[in-house]
C-alpha cells in the first residue's frame, strides 16, 4: 500500500487544539481525535526491521486501531468482505436498499445518536420483514450505517444488501424477480419509503417518551408532509460489487486520506462526488479546524454497532444458509472460520508489507521501540507495524 501525501491525523495534531477551543466535543470525540493523531508515530512506538540482504533498514510505528482512523482496519476490512463472500447464494438476485431520514430530524438525531441510529436499524428492518412475511418467506439484510455524504455533511442513511428471495417454513428459498411491473425494485420504493417513516417515527417516539421528551409538532409535521427516500436497485454488477462499495467503509468513517488533495496555510481541500450532477467529482475547500468539525460529526457513540445482520443472513441463521447454498448447487459456508495472518492478506492483496522495496525480501525485526510515554486509554497498542 502506498503512503499518501496528506493525513487526517497531522491536520488533528496541528488544529485539534484549535478545534477544541471553539468546539465543545463529547468524551468520545476526543477519544477518537486523540488516537488518530497518535497513530503510526513513536508515541505508539512500533520496531525497526532490516533486511538481510541488503541492510536496508525502516522503521515502522504502531497503528491506533480507532475505527474511525482512515489508516487502521485494512487487515478486518478484508477479512469482512471474503466472510460476506462466502455467504452469497449462488444464482440469487440482491437488492441495494438505501433507508434515509429526512434532513429535519438531523438536530434531534445529533443529539439522540445511539438511539436515533438504532431506530433506523430497527425500522429498516422491520419493514422489509413485513413485505418478506407477505410473500411467506423469511428474507435476509446486511447494513452499515453511513452518516456522511460524499462532501462530509451530515446525512445518516443505512446502506442494505437485501437478498432478492428468501426461505419458507419448510427452509426451501424461493427467487423474488421484483416488484410487479419494476423488476429493478425488489418492492415498491413508495410503500417501502411510507412503512419506513411510520415504524421509525413511531419507534423513535416511544425512546423519547422515556426522558420526558417528543419529536416537536412542526419537525413532526415535516417528516409527514413530505416523502422519505428509500433508494432499491439490483447492484449493475452483481451483489460483489455492493459488497466491495460497503465494505470500503464498513471499518473506516467518513473519508480516506486519499480524497484530500491538498493541506496548508490552515486550510484543507478534498474531493468528493456531486450526485446531483450525476456523480461528477468536485473539490471542497474549507479551514482546518472546520473540516474537523465535519469530521467530528461522525464519531460514533461508544460501543455501537455500526453493521448488523437480520434475518436469514444473520449469525443464528448460518445453517439456514448452508442449506439454502446447497439447495442452489453453491458450496456452503464453513463452520468453522479461521482468521487469516495480516501478512498472508498482504501477499493476497499485493501490498508487500514486511518486504524490502528494493530487494523483496522478508525484512526482520531487530529492534522494539516502546512507546515515548503512556498513550490514551482509547489507545490500545499493537505490536504490527499496520493494520
Same mark, same amino acid.
Given at each position: 500500500?502506498?503512503? &499518501?501525501?496528506?493525513?487526517?491525523?497531522?491536520?488533528? #495534531?496541528?488544529?485539534?487544539? %484549535?478545534?477544541?477551543?471553539?468546539?465543545?466535543?463529547?468524551?468520545?470525540? #476526543?477519544?477518537?481525535? &486523540?488516537?488518530?493523531?497518535?497513530?503510526?508515530?513513536?508515541?505508539?512506538?512500533?520496531?525497526?526491521?532490516?533486511?538481510?540482504?541488503?541492510?536496508?533498514?525502516?522503521?515502522?510505528?504502531?497503528?491506533?486501531?480507532?475505527?474511525?482512523?482512515?489508516? @487502521?482496519?485494512?487487515?478486518? *476490512?478484508?477479512?469482512?468482505?471474503?466472510? *460476506?463472500?462466502?455467504?452469497?447464494?449462488?444464482? %440469487?438476485?440482491?437488492?441495494?436498499?438505501?433507508?434515509?431520514?429526512?434532513?429535519?430530524?438531523?438536530?434531534?438525531?445529533?443529539?439522540?445518536? =445511539?438511539?436515533?441510529?438504532?431506530?433506523?436499524?430497527?425500522?429498516?428492518?422491520?419493514?422489509?420483514?413485513?413485505?418478506?412475511?407477505?410473500?411467506?418467506?423469511?428474507?435476509?439484510?446486511? @447494513?452499515?450505517?453511513?452518516?456522511?455524504?460524499?462532501?462530509?455533511?451530515?446525512?445518516?442513511?443505512?446502506? @442494505?444488501?437485501?437478498?432478492?428471495?428468501?426461505?419458507?417454513?419448510? /427452509? $426451501?428459498?424461493?427467487?423474488?424477480?421484483?416488484?410487479?411491473?419494476?423488476?429493478?425494485?425488489?418492492?415498491?420504493?413508495?410503500?417501502?419509503?411510507?412503512?419506513? !417513516?411510520?415504524?421509525?417515527?413511531?419507534?423513535?417516539?416511544?425512546?423519547?417518551?422515556?426522558?420526558?421528551?417528543?419529536?416537536?409538532?412542526?419537525?413532526?409535521?415535516?417528516?409527514?408532509?413530505? /416523502?422519505?427516500?428509500?433508494?432499491?436497485?439490483?447492484?449493475?454488477?452483481?451483489?460483489?460489487?455492493?459488497?466491495?462499495? +460497503?465494505?470500503?467503509?464498513?471499518?473506516?468513517?467518513? +473519508?480516506?486520506?486519499? *480524497?484530500?488533495?491538498?493541506?496548508?496555510?490552515?486550510?484543507?481541500?478534498?474531493?468528493?462526488?456531486?450526485? =446531483?450532477? /450525476?456523480?461528477?467529482?468536485?473539490?471542497?475547500? $474549507?479551514?482546518?479546524?472546520?473540516?474537523?468539525?465535519?469530521?467530528?460529526?461522525?464519531?460514533?457513540?461508544?460501543?455501537? $454497532? !455500526?453493521?448488523?445482520?437480520?434475518?436469514?443472513?444473520?449469525?443464528?441463521?448460518?445453517?439456514?444458509?448452508?442449506?439454502?447454498?446447497?439447495?442452489?448447487?453453491?458450496?456452503?459456508?464453513?463452520?468453522? *472460520?479461521?482468521?487469516?495472518?495480516?501478512?498472508?492478506?498482504?501477499?493476497?492483496?499485493?501490498?508487500?508489507?514486511?518486504?524490502?522495496?528494493?530487494?523483496?525480501?522478508?525484512?526482520?525485526?531487530?529492534?522494539?521501540?516502546?512507546?515515548?510515554?503512556?498513550?490514551?486509554?482509547? $489507545?490500545?497498542?499493537?505490536?504490527?507495524?499496520?493494520?
Amino acid at each position: 500500500m502506498s503512503r &499518501t501525501k496528506f493525513d487526517v491525523g497531522q491536520i488533528i #495534531r496541528d488544529y485539534g487544539e %484549535a478545534f477544541y477551543k471553539r468546539y465543545p466535543v463529547v468524551p468520545q470525540v #476526543r477519544k477518537s481525535f &486523540t488516537a488518530m493523531a497518535n497513530c503510526r508515530t513513536k508515541i505508539l512506538g512500533g520496531h525497526v526491521e532490516v533486511c538481510p540482504e541488503c541492510g536496508d533498514k525502516h522503521v515502522s510505528y504502531n497503528s491506533c486501531r480507532d475505527r474511525h482512523c482512515p489508516k @487502521c482496519q485494512n487487515k478486518e *476490512r478484508e477479512m469482512w468482505v471474503e466472510m *460476506r463472500r462466502e455467504e452469497i447464494l449462488p444464482g %440469487a438476485k440482491y437488492f441495494h436498499v438505501v433507508f434515509t431520514v429526512p434532513d429535519c430530524l438531523h438536530p434531534l438525531a445529533m443529539s439522540h445518536m =445511539k438511539e436515533f441510529y438504532s431506530c433506523m436499524f430497527k425500522a429498516a428492518w422491520s419493514t422489509l420483514k413485513k413485505f418478506f412475511d407477505a410473500q411467506g418467506l423469511q428474507g435476509g439484510m446486511t @447494513c452499515i450505517l453511513h452518516t456522511w455524504g460524499s462532501n462530509l455533511y451530515y446525512h445518516p442513511h443505512i446502506h @442494505c444488501i437485501v437478498t432478492g428471495g428468501g426461505v419458507d417454513k419448510k /427452509g $426451501v428459498w424461493h427467487h423474488l424477480e421484483g416488484c410487479k411491473g419494476a423488476k429493478e425494485f425488489l418492492f415498491p420504493v413508495q410503500a417501502l419509503s411510507k412503512v419506513f !417513516r411510520a415504524k421509525f417515527l413511531s419507534m423513535f417516539t416511544s425512546i423519547l417518551k422515556k426522558t420526558n421528551e417528543k419529536i416537536p409538532q412542526d419537525v413532526r409535521k415535516k417528516c409527514m408532509d413530505r /416523502g422519505w427516500v428509500v433508494y432499491s436497485r439490483p447492484p449493475a454488477k452483481g451483489v460483489r460489487q455492493v459488497l466491495e462499495y +460497503i465494505g470500503r467503509y464498513a471499518y473506516r468513517v467518513a +473519508i480516506s486520506n486519499s *480524497r484530500i488533495l491538498n493541506y496548508s496555510d490552515g486550510m484543507v481541500t478534498y474531493d468528493w462526488k456531486n450526485y =446531483k450532477q /450525476g456523480g461528477k467529482h468536485s473539490q471542497m475547500t $474549507v479551514k482546518a479546524v472546520d473540516f474537523l468539525r465535519l469530521l467530528s460529526l461522525h464519531i460514533l457513540p461508544p460501543g455501537f $454497532v !455500526r453493521i448488523r445482520h437480520y434475518g436469514l443472513l444473520s449469525p443464528s441463521n448460518r445453517d439456514k444458509i448452508r442449506k439454502v447454498q446447497v439447495q442452489l448447487g453453491g458450496t456452503p459456508v464453513p463452520k468453522l *472460520r479461521k482468521k487469516k495472518p495480516y501478512l498472508q492478506i498482504c501477499d493476497e492483496k499485493g501490498w508487500n508489507i514486511g518486504y524490502c522495496p528494493h530487494c523483496g525480501c522478508k525484512m526482520q525485526v531487530i529492534e522494539i521501540l516502546e512507546p515515548s510515554r503512556a498513550p490514551p486509554k482509547a $489507545v490500545h497498542l499493537s505490536r504490527t507495524a499496520h493494520n
